[in-house]
């Protein structure tokens, strides 16, 4: 953890202790740490992962197993596949999708209402018209591929 000198750790908020998150209090983007290092701005939590897991092997990328984008604590990294990541993100909560993505056009109450009556809005070109989305979202509601399902 020298490459990274207490500069870099100033920025980790580590009063919790070692099993507590250690969140970053600087620069974020997109909710994750960022940090200038060799010319350039980083993931904090990448660079972390680097200096104690070593270089990041082919096809893998580093994992937050806390579910805590700003934190840096290296007990809580890891590396893994897009795979894992993707399972520790719907395992946490963390994903963006429904209303918590931020370029969702339905709420959840709209959603349900689809669910529940899809044909007595007539066609799924219908709804769509009246819900202002394209009848593949309505096909993949109806469905329950879209809205809470893994396969979104």
């Known amino acids: 953890m020298d490459r990274l000198g207490p ?3 100033s920025k980790a908020d580590q009063s ?11 620069q974020r983007r997109g909710g994750y740490g960022r940090y200038w290092l060799d010319g350039r701005t980083q993931n904090a939590h990448c ?9 990041c092997p082919d096809g893998q990328e580093c994992r937050h197993l806390c579910g805590n984008r ?9 590396w893994g596949t897009g795979e894992e990541n993707a399972a520790d993100r ?3 909560g963390t994903v ?3 209303v918590r ?8 109450e709209q959603v349900e209402e689809i669910r529940r009556t899809p ?4 066609s799924q070109s219908e709804l769509a018209r009246h819900f202002g989305v394209n009848a593949g979202t309505i096909s993949r509601i109806v469905s329950g591929k879209a809205r809470g399902s893994k396969h979104e």
Do not use: Y
Not at 16 to 26: M, Q, T, Y
Not at 119 to 122: D, H, I, L, N, V
């Open 7 to 9: 500069r870099f750790w």
């Open 16 to 26: 919790g202790g070692l099993d507590s998150c250690w969140e970053w209090s600087a």
């Open 47 to 55: 660079l972390v992962c680097e200096i104690v897991l070593g270089e």
């Open 70 to 78: 700003a934190c840096c604590n290296p007990l809580h990294l890891a």
């Open 90 to 92: 719907w395992r946490h």
């Open 96 to 98: 963006l999708c429904g």
């Open 101 to 108: 993505n931020p370029r969702t056009k339905l709420s959840e």
């Open 119 to 122: 044909k007595a809005w007539g």
